[in-house]
């Protein structure tokens, strides 16, 4: 009932030890040991009861603890230590390409410590506050078998992963990361170590060459990634679970890809992926956090494992629509795009299901074209004067279908059935390519066959929609007929004025690709002429 309680000493007498409180008493006496007895038995209990649990908590760790530090002082002073050396360090890759005075330095800064026989030096799991150098004796590097499941270390639950022996560097990578500690270290007999703080390092590093500077932070990064070789196994499972593209590869293919994948970690803040750039690799974050943003958004988005990027764009070789920069120390599992286009030979039907999915995948990305759709739906002739509402509408009825290299996008054997946008790839028509996010078959409410073919050189998306789709859209907004005219322009100049085809072409001034629609000698209009075809035949078509 009483709070802020303190203690006071009264005097020299066995009964001047009270507690001060903002009781309505004022003080609380507490009895002596001589008086004590003179209390209920009950009372008597309770307070050794308390006075043994103040002990425990409070004095015995303390106690424990400065005995501990006088034993590893005694025997740290007692034992001779081996002094560190320039030439040592120099063995060290972190410290290969540092300067000699700077290597001087650090030797004076080390400070030893001893430890004794299964007595831990760091745990698994805590903040690395600085590199161990083991000059004297052993130590065991030990990995919890179950991390999520205990914090303890017991041979139950740890397994033994190495023996290290002078001189062994531990720790080094966590003290520029200032990641977790990834393992236990035990000493394994009387094992003396020299210690340099995290401070002490990072107060060398901007007095260091950049050469030399990139060198540590290159090696230590080297370094932790064929760690991961030894620690962190891909299985097919995780292909499956990290990439979409891969759910329903066979297993051969997968253990093919896992043959070909290569460990690679990331200092914070790097960027990834950039926007523009055409990656040549798939990674498949195992560990770390990234940040991710999209072109003309401000939204950003933390990423965390499992997770894979750069899959898209590797398929579909196209550039990059988002940035990708790491927000702590990452690892990761990279598969270069030669080694992934190699399925496309190893299995063509595990392509197939791959170019499947991908296509089902990319319907939903269509509309990370929204913010540019006005412009997409405006650079067409035939909707040019079209408002942002209408063109919006319009952009909702297109759909992205994939095409994969060599693959026709359009045939000339075949009647102009649909409006096409290409938004990325490569696509030959007629010898030339076919510009990014410019449209083709516009004149298809006119009936006629394509006058050429367009070839897809690489992985292709495009935009399309239904002649069907088109027309009614058109006939809905009152475009229709302005829209059926101008092609007529186009496909039978003979039939009109200079005025009207001056309009034409200015109409399709902007458009670089080969015509995709015929054009007709005649002075007058004739659909059966080679290159036209009626309506009813090219519903029996």
Request: glycine share 4%; proline share 6%; charged share 20%.
């Amino acid at each position: 009932k009483n709070s802020h309680f303190s203690y006071k000493n009264g005097g020299m007498g066995p009964n001047n030890h009270v507690l001060c409180g903002e009781s309505p008493e004022g003080l609380l006496s507490v009895p002596s040991s001589r008086t004590l007895q003179l209390y209920p038995a009950a009372f008597c209990t309770a307070l050794n009861n308390v006075a043994l649990v103040l002990l425990r908590f409070f004095l015995l760790p303390k106690v424990m603890l400065f005995i501990k530090r006088l034993r590893r002082k005694s025997l740290t002073e007692n034992l001779p230590t081996p002094r560190m050396t320039t030439e040592i360090l120099k063995r060290q890759k972190l410290f290969a390409s540092w300067p000699a005075n700077l290597l001087e330095e650090v030797i004076n800064m080390l400070k030893p410590f001893t430890f004794y026989p299964r007595e831990y030096i760091i745990h698994e799991g805590e903040p690395g506050t600085g590199i161990l150098f083991l000059i004297q004796g052993q130590v065991e590097v030990l990995k919890r078998k179950n991390p999520g499941a205990s914090k303890k270390l017991g041979k139950d639950n740890t397994v033994s992963q190495a023996i290290l022996n002078p001189v062994a560097v531990i720790g080094e990578f966590t003290a520029l990361t200032r990641d977790k500690r990834r393992a236990s270290i035990r000493a394994v007999g009387n094992s003396t170590l020299l210690f340099l703080s995290n401070a002490d390092l990072a107060s060398f590093l901007p007095r260091l060459p950049s050469a030399a500077k990139e060198s540590s932070v290159s090696t230590i990064l080297q370094e932790r990634a064929k760690g991961m070789l030894a620690t962190q196994q891909f299985t097919n499972t995780n292909l499956r679970e990290y990439c979409p593209l891969l759910k329903s590869a066979p297993e051969d293919v997968l253990n093919h890809l896992r043959t070909k994948l290569e460990p690679m970690s990331f200092y914070k803040d790097v960027p990834i992926l950039t926007p523009g750039t055409r990656p040549d690799k798939i990674y498949f974050l195992v560990t770390g956090k990234c940040e991710q943003s999209f072109e003309n958004t401000t939204d950003k988005t933390i990423i965390n494992p499992p997770f894979t990027f750069g899959h898209t764009e590797v398929f579909l070789n196209r550039n990059c629509s988002e940035a990708v920069k790491t927000v702590a120390t990452c690892d990761t599992w990279i598969l270069w795009k030669s080694d992934f286009d190699n399925i496309r030979f190893i299995s063509p039907l595990a392509w197939s299901r791959i170019t499947e999915i991908a296509t089902e995948q990319n319907a939903a990305q269509r509309d990370k074209f929204i913010s540019i759709a006005p412009h997409l739906i405006r650079s067409i002739p035939t909707t040019a004067g079209l408002s942002t509402k209408r063109c919006l509408r319009l952009f909702n009825k297109f759909e992205m279908k994939l095409y994969n290299p060599l693959q026709l996008v359009v045939s000339a054997s075949q009647i102009a059935d649909r409006l096409l946008i290409l938004v990325s790839g490569r696509v030959l028509i007629a010898g030339k390519a076919w510009r990014i996010y410019e449209a083709i078959g516009f004149t298809c409410i006119h009936n006629h066959r394509w006058p050429h073919a367009a070839v897809a050189q690489t992985i292709v998306e495009c935009l399309e929609i239904s002649v069907e789709d088109y027309t009614d859209f058109l006939k809905l907004t009152g475009n229709y007929g302005s829209a059926k005219q101008l092609c007529k322009w186009l496909m039978f100049p003979g039939c009109y004025g200079a005025a009207e085809l001056l309009r034409g072409r200015d109409a399709t001034s902007h458009l670089q690709a080969p015509l995709m629609y015929p054009v007709s000698s005649r002075q007058h209009v004739n659909q059966l002429e080679t290159g036209f075809v009626s309506m009813t035949n090219r519903v029996k078509t």
